[in-house]
């Protein structure tokens, strides 16, 4: 699907897919993400690129759109909505943010990613007509926006029924929002999160993601904090938008089963994604029944859906293969991409909960009892299958836009309310920078950076341990310390660790859970997206 004249030369040392990586990270700026640009400055732009794809309104008809905002909760919103719509029967298409291994993952047909070869013909197409249109008023488009342009153009070309778009940051002049005639709107929980974009209060905050509302297209939301649930129902008035808040999901209408996304937030999104759904098939034509108003049951094909959603880096419980063997568990990573104060809260409450159920056969899709209270979760420290006594470590990193005085103490005391105290926090970068993107298989292992940010987070995590421990019943598990000398720049103070590399950190970890058969590490990792995607390429190799 290259254009005419292409003149680009294959390199023999590099894969197709490589190379397409190369050129999607030349469209990455090195700004800071609170650049003019995120707050609207040639938001107008999107529409011309619009043109160079040849993506009219008629296009995004056809797709019959779900748009998503929302603080928390959106891409879990979205998966919920497309399994649904999915096992409806429908062809879907799904675009969520970020990544967390391969680029690919952000566009999904049919529940799947992107096969390779689809992912490059659609990618140069887009690539080199933006490239040949380019001028100095309408230049390349910078990264997230030609992801999301990808998308439409893949959207629109793979036919599919529905288009379900995550907003990738605030709503107003997100790229996704060029949207103009959406089926259905929905805003998922709302928190204090990228204010330096979109504002320091709720108000401002909810007044950016309300961004996304269009002229009397109907618009869900959840329970909100008044503050921002005046704005919406404001700025939902404006446009003659029928908003209705969606009720959580009742657990009693599953028929025994489970979420497919584990945490007790998750009927929050469930709830929303109901609405979603049941709106969407009223709106284009195939339902007559207002499932909403049922409180006795659900459609078999909603529960399918509701109960088969899966979406990584979002409380997934994933063994070490490389030390763990057979049905033994010595190092068990718990990863959750938690980075405002409410979901760290959410996190650690699944954290807190999951430990302590008996990890059996299936690890890869753990589901826990709610109805079991946490005294009851946290009473037993011994692992009956394999004897083995457990104990806690924190793996953490997150932006240096949040503040870890925000973040650090909900996480640690709602663990320490149910019964987790964390024996070591470590401290990491990310391998994952911000001016490439590589593929599964190329992870930038080895670069050079500033250790300042991980150092902050460890001094923050000491301060709080030392008011925590004076009620916190430890582990007697003695970890192997981390002597100064084995690494120049690793930073090991009594209850944290600095690392000055990821890989270092769970080589650590594989020789810690080596030399202790006796104890199952449960490693906690949170706080950025982009940390768990990096603790999956190392553990899935």
Same mark, same amino acid.
């Not at 929302?70 to 719509?85: P, R, V």
């Not at 030399?515 to 997206?529: I, K, M, Y």
């Given at each position: 699907m290259a254009e005419e004249g292409d003149d680009r030369v294959q390199t023999p040392t590099v894969s197709p897919y490589e190379e397409a990586m190369e050129a999607l990270s030349s469209l990455i700026t090195k700004r800071s993400r609170a650049f003019s640009g995120n707050k609207g400055d040639n938001y107008d732009s999107l529409f011309e690129y619009l043109k160079v794809l040849e993506l009219d309104e008629e296009a995004f008809s056809k797709m019959k759109v779900i748009h998503v905002a929302?603080?928390?909760?959106?891409?879990?919103?979205?998966?919920?909505?497309?399994?649904?719509?999915r096992n409806c029967g429908f062809h879907t298409g799904l675009f969520t943010s970020p990544h967390l291994i391969d680029v690919r993952e952000r566009f999904r047909l049919d529940g799947v990613d992107i096969c390779e070869e689809k992912f490059l013909a659609y990618f140069w197409w887009c690539f080199d007509r933006f490239k040949k249109h380019s001028t100095d008023d309408l230049p390349m488009p910078t990264y997230f926006r030609f992801?999301?342009?990808?998308?439409?153009?893949?959207?629109a070309a793979e036919q599919v029924d529905v288009a379900i778009l995550e907003v990738g940051l605030g709503g107003r002049f997100d790229a996704t929002n060029v949207v103009q005639k959406p089926v259905v709107c929905g805003i998922s929980s709302l928190g204090y999160d990228h204010m330096e974009i979109l504002g320091n209060t709720l108000g401002e905050i909810a007044g950016e993601k309300a961004g996304i509302f269009k002229l009397e297209v109907p618009a869900y939301t959840v329970p909100q904090p008044d503050?921002?649930?005046?704005?919406?129902?404001?700025?939902?008035?404006?446009?003659?938008?029928?908003?209705?808040?969606?009720?959580?999901?009742?657990?009693?209408?599953?028929?025994?089963?489970?979420?497919?996304?584990?945490?007790?937030?998750?009927?929050?999104?469930?709830?929303?994604?109901?609405?979603?759904?049941?709106?969407?098939?009223?709106?284009?034509?195939?339902?007559?029944?207002?499932?909403?108003?049922?409180?006795?049951?659900?459609?078999?094909?909603?529960?399918?859906g509701l109960t088969t959603a899966s979406l990584q880096g979002r409380a997934q419980i994933v063994p070490d293969r490389q030390i763990n063997h057979e049905n033994s568990e010595e190092l068990v990573f718990y990863l959750d991409g938690a980075h405002s104060p409410e979901s760290m809260e959410a996190c650690a409450r699944w954290f807190s909960l999951a430990i302590k159920e008996d990890h059996r056969k299936d690890t890869g899709n753990q589901h826990f009892d709610a109805s079991r209270s946490s005294?009851?979760?946290?009473? %037993? $420290? *011994?692992?009956?299958?394999?004897?083995?006594? !457990?104990?806690?470590?924190?793996?953490?990193?997150c932006m240096s836009v949040r503040d870890p005085q925000l973040l650090l103490p909900r996480?640690?005391?709602?663990?320490?309310?149910?019964?987790?105290?964390?024996?070591?926090?470590?401290?990491?970068?990310?391998?994952?920078?911000?001016?490439?993107?590589?593929?599964?298989?190329?992870?930038?292992?080895d670069y050079q950076i500033d250790l300042s940010w991980q150092l902050r987070l460890q001094k923050v995590w000491e301060s709080l341990i030392v008011g925590e421990k004076a009620d916190a019943k430890t582990s007697d598990i003695l970890l192997e310390d981390v002597k100064d000398d084995v690494e120049k720049n690793i930073s090991s103070l009594e209850n944290s660790v600095v690392f000055p590399s990821l890989p270092l950190a769970i080589k650590w970890l594989r020789d810690s859970a080596k030399?202790?058969? %006796? $104890? *199952?590490?449960?490693?906690?990792?949170?706080? !950025?997206?982009h940390l768990v995607g990096d603790v999956l390429k190392i553990i899935k190799r």
């Open positions: 929302g603080t928390k909760g959106k891409g879990s919103t979205c998966t919920f909505t497309e399994s649904i719509l992801l999301a342009l990808l998308a439409f153009q893949i959207f503050e921002a649930m005046r704005v919406l129902e404001e700025k939902a008035s404006r446009l003659n938008v029928p908003l209705k808040v969606a009720p959580p999901l009742d657990v009693n209408l599953l028929n025994g089963l489970q979420l497919g996304l584990v945490g007790e937030h998750q009927y929050l999104n469930a709830g929303l994604a109901i609405a979603l759904c049941t709106t969407w098939l009223q709106e284009t034509g195939h339902l007559g029944i207002n499932y909403l108003e049922q409180t006795s049951s659900l459609p078999e094909h909603f529960i399918r005294d009851e979760m946290v009473r %037993t $420290v *011994r692992d009956d299958n394999f004897g083995k006594t !457990s104990t806690q470590i924190l793996l953490f990193n996480l640690m005391k709602t663990c320490a309310n149910n019964g987790v105290h964390f024996k070591k926090a470590l401290f990491v970068p990310n391998i994952s920078v911000y001016y490439k993107v590589t593929s599964s298989a190329s992870a930038a292992d030399q202790n058969q %006796t $104890v *199952r590490f449960q490693v906690l990792v949170t706080g !950025s997206l």
